[in-house]
């Protein structure tokens, strides 16, 4: 089974009906395993974005999807609700990007800039500032309990209301809440002198 890579998936993925994840699984455990290929169109882009907000590094974040991809794939029979199969599958990218950070943390690497992210009109003082405010944001992105991290991707980069980051995540609304409003504390305190410079 050839994946396609996340990093040039089209559109963000959101989750559809539940139906129709079930039909698929249905599908796909019958023999039909085209289908699959449906259900990895539908989630990918989604998944890799949050893996990439998590992981900071994108040939890491895509590795770790096509991995999630393939574990579901293969322990399909053990997703004991295909209707809910879209938190199935993010509840194992979340396992695998967990276990990336546990790997990786006694290894710290720089973080690099997205030099995407600065437009070439801007003249290079301005890109340079814009360049250090990105590294700010990422390294106390980095600071952050990776739970926190989580919650605070799945709200403000995917847009996610509190009732489907539950539902992805296995755990309440008011606990999500929390680890949010925690989230932005800690990032506002990391933040507050660069915003504060004169």
């Not at 809910?84 to 990007?97: E, K, S």
Request: glycine share 6%; net charge positive; proline share 7%.
């Amino acid at each position: 089974m050839i994946l396609p890579d996340p990093r040039t998936a089209p559109g963000i993925a959101r989750p559809a009906s539940p139906p129709d994840d079930a039909l698929l699984v249905r599908q796909v455990l019958a023999g039909e395993s085209q289908s699959y290929a449906a259900l990895v169109s539908k989630y990918q882009a989604g998944l890799y974005r949050y893996a990439l907000g998590m992981v900071r590094d994108s040939d890491a974040a895509a590795d770790l999807v096509q991995d999630a991809f393939v574990k579901a794939y293969t322990s399909l029979r053990s997703c004991q609700d295909p209707a809910r199969f879209g938190a199935w599958l993010h509840r194992i990218v979340v396992n695998r990007c967990k276990d990336h950070l546990k790997s990786r943390r006694r290894q710290m690497v720089p973080l690099e800039e997205d030099t995407a992210l600065a437009p070439e009109s801007d003249g290079p003082a301005r890109a340079a500032d814009r360049g250090e405010l990105l590294r700010s944001v990422e390294r106390a992105m980095e600071t952050l309990p990776a739970s926190q991290r989580e919650a605070f991707l799945l709200r403000h980069l995917e847009g996610r209301s509190y009732e489907e980051m539950a539902e992805l995540l296995g755990t309440s609304v008011g606990a999500l809440k929390m680890r949010v409003m925690r989230a932005r504390e800690a990032l506002q305190r990391s933040l507050a002198p660069l915003v504060e410079a004169p």
